[in-house]
């Protein structure tokens, strides 16, 4: 028996040698796809993977968002609503051209001006007033106000040859004579749904990458992308399953590398209305009142919940519980902030003070395709909540399509969603979901419960105006200390995501969970 | 013949107007594209313009009327994925699933009709009872378990077979198909197998049960009599005879497997509209969806009328009466 399986494996071994030779360096299977090339058409986290290959910005952002120079090699601040950037010198376009402060200017002009744009570089370029060229590498720019944040936010605007791209629309972009960009990669041909061919770029200003033809594949289906890559077809895959990392890593050749994402998933708890929906007495009858705005009943719920199990369990060890908005890597991250163990009975204790000694009747809602396990989860959050004292009437579980509309307009008294970051501090974080629901002023964009403190939106603006980043941090350390002592919602934990390379390759990726080919390396 | 054509495109207008309106109801129900669309730190200011340009905040009715007007002069509006024209997206993917579509009815006839005239003459014969039960195997496993299991046999344990995309692909008279390279051709088989199982199974079934109902025929008894031979009755006239059935249901199905090959397409990784048509739902993407099934509906009733022309074609007694 023991011969026979060797036998076989051998044979199985062999068999993959015998797999037509690949003509590219390095193949990536990818879950996902760009919806265009033109960089500035859409900053959602696919197109900017996409452009990072062929496109610079003014600044660098690393594995774990963190901030380097990039074409502008350094910058000052004048005074509070001026600066003075200076460019890159002898970096060149893939067309030959010399990269100038033009570019930059017709780059961040064209920013929030791409027609039909479904998420729009709007806000990365809306503090800017007017540009002004010294000379051929060095840039002024003023602000409509004092914006603190200001390299960060055009820093995230890829910038485009002026040359090539004047006047040409996105679909154009497709094509490599209008995608010109100083990027570490040259676009060779997109086929939509199926690859992405490139060859690296020769005279790249910083580190040339180590290999030369790249394709990438689309394999948006879970098990066939693992299939891709168990059977040798391509090199490396992006967003390995959880349940399928030990199948990976197990299998001869192959190696899984994993990190933690910036994304946080949380339990919402709406103190939107005055009746939380979904929310009822013992008997089924809708609560007079809502239990959620008592931050003891938001503690309280938080304490029923086993953070640690759901983590093990559900995502086979692919998380990180959280006790705050942003992960350990991000600037804003305070340790002393930790999440709550299980407690059921000091949970039952605030649920006394509260007025619930008995708990009270709760729907759990979430949506069950958009991060890998959220339809288990609500339903393990669902016997936690009854394990700890509440009446749980049921779980549903809807596709996000449906279900994101719903939760914005307040359908779901308490509900499970997710946030991911995007800049290297929590700032935005803090701001968008925590902040009061302002819609004139733009604030709290994402605050779906309401959740609202006077005193800490004060705190929070003070802080947005701060230049020193590491100032910065410490303030964002301090409210999220103040802020979490109300339970504003329930973080469960941070994601791990996963990526699965052939031995003998490494990545170097990180919470920006990208998977870029100029950061995969051969082993030492 | 012209007043039955003429006939049928009016009908089919009166379809394609009741459906436009159901889908774009429909897909205007489901939810808010702005939630899938906008990254997760989009401000109010970009909600807004995002907004404005997709027109979004129209109401429902003047949405549906543009819609109309532009569609009444070939214009399905933009996708706001990609913002391509959205019929342009659509025929960009059409062809691939064409091909594999074509590819596993091709097969599914080759392999099936032989397989069910054997099963057919020689009825409760081991040979008989083999190519049955394998074709309920065709037919009652799971399309998805099927495709997972030629991946794992053929690729990952066996290594034969590619078992993602497209491959290389040439131009044939001016079609971008795999059919043009050795790697293109090897890509389409695991796919074009997976699509085509149940379909064999389908042909089979068609095949034997028309065999066996025909075979006792007087005209059947009338050929031998006449002194034809047995392969020439089964190959001409007893073949004809039963093609009708399976004429039909293979126009339904050709149709069915280009709307909905979905699985298939994205097991494999497959470029076609299957896959392109699920993403967009997903994604909320209004006006891929719409042309999608516009365009499906119009395929569906040109398949049917090529039928009904084909059964007039293969049975004589059709055309007289409809003369």
Known sequence: MKLAKTAVLAALLSSTWLMPAMAQDLTIGRASEQSSIDPQFSRTGNNQMTSAMFFDRLVDFGPNLEMTPGLAESWEVENPTTWVLHLRDGVTFHDGSAFTADDVIFSLERADEVPNSPAPYTDMVSAVASMEKVDDLTLKITTNAPAPTLMQDIGRVFIISNAASD??????????????????????????????????????????PEFKDVEIRYISNDAARVAALLSGAVDVIDAVPPQDVPRVDGTDGLHVFSAASGRVIYFGLSMRFDQAPGVTDLDGNPLSENPFKDVRVRKAVSLMIDRKLIVDRILGGSGVPAGQLAGEALGGHNPDVKPDEVDVAKAKELLTEAGYPNGFGITVYSSNDRFPGDGDLAQALGQMLARGGLKVNGVEALPYSVYSKAASAGDYGAFVFSLGASTPNSAPLLQALLHTYDKDRGMGAFNRVRFSDPAYDAALEEALQEFDPEVLDAKLQDLTTMVFAEQPIVPLYWQKVHWGLKDGLNINEGLSEQTLPQNVSSAE | MTVFILRRVLQAILVLAITSLVVFLGVYAIGDPLEILLPADASMAERAQVTASLHLDDPLALQYWNFIVQALQGNFGRSFVFNRPALEVIFERLPATLELVTTS??????????????????????????????????????????????????????????????????????????????????????PATNLALAQIALVIRLTRTGVQETMPLDFVKYARARGISERRILS???????????????????????????????????????????????????????????????????????????????DPRIRSRAS
């Open chain 1, 167 to 208: 006047g040409k629309a996105s679909e154009d972009f497709n094509s490599p004579a209008t995608a010109v960009g100083t990027g570490p990669y040259i676009l060779e041909e997109w086929k939509p749904g199926e690859t992405l061919t490139m060859k690296a770029n020769d005279a790249y200003w910083a580190d040339v």
């Open chain 2, 236 to 314: 001409v006239h007893v073949f004809k005879t039963i093609l009708i059935p399976i004429v039909t249901v293979l126009g339904i199905e050709f149709g069915s497997l280009i709307a909905f090959a979905v699985v298939t397409e994205t097991i494999f990784a497959w470029p076609g509209v299957g896959k392109l048509i699920i993403d967009s739902i997903n994604m909320l993407d209004r006006p891929i969806v719409v042309a999608y099934i516009l365009v499906i509906v119009s395929m569906f009733i040109v398949i049917n009328l090529v039928v009904d022309v084909l059964y007039s074609l293969l």
């Open chain 2, 105 to 190: 009815l091709i097969l599914s006839l080759i392999i099936g009709i032989p397989l069910g005239f054997l099963a057919g003459t020689r009825p409760r014969t081991v040979t008989d009872e083999t190519i049955m039960t394998g074709s309920i195997l065709g037919f009652s496993l799971p399309n998805f378990w099927q495709g997972m299991m030629l991946i794992m046999i053929f690729s990952v344990w066996l290594g034969w077979l590619p078992s993602t995309g497209r491959g290389d692909t040439g131009t044939i008279l001016g079609v971008r198909t795999s059919y043009a390279t050795w790697d293109g051709f090897v890509h389409l088989l695991l």
